[in-house]
């Protein structure tokens, strides 16, 4: 069975820039046509879906995030990661890593994810 598990900072100072690492065990990032998602939640409000790494290694993002976001992997560790630069407060969230073996595209619907890590919080503060 796959499991997701997020890694990172909680606490990551206005500006800067936040970088968070899933771990894959029990299958392979570069399974074909498995995408690897990045969704957060901030508080009090619903699931947003950040971006993707395809079993390819293209990327993917959403074009409210895309200017500060980047998702990479390293297929020896069977991790991929994401970088949010220049954070604000309205950056805090829980953040989870996300993937669906039945999804052969990438969805933008955070409800479409089947596999999850646990979440991890992340709060962006001086």
């Known amino acids: 069975q796959v499991q997701l598990q997020e890694s990172g900072p909680g606490l990551v100072k206005p500006s800067q820039t936040l970088s968070l690492t899933c771990t894959v065990s029990g299958g392979s990032i570069t399974t074909k046509y498995y995408y690897w998602s990045w969704i957060r939640q901030p508080p009090g409000k619903g699931l947003e879906w950040m971006g993707a790494i395809a079993y390819d290694g293209s990327t993917y993002y959403s074009p409210s995030l895309k200017s500060h976001t980047s998702i990479s992997r390293n297929t020896s560790k069977n991790q991929f990661s994401l970088q949010l630069s220049s954070v604000t407060p309205e950056d805090t969230a829980i953040y989870y890593c996300?993937?669906?073996?039945?999804?052969?595209?990438?969805?933008?619907?955070?409800?479409?994810?089947?596999?999850w890590g646990q979440g991890t919080q992340v709060t962006v503060s001086s």
């Open positions: 996300a993937a669906d073996p039945r999804l052969r595209y990438v969805s933008f619907d955070p409800h479409d994810y089947d596999w």
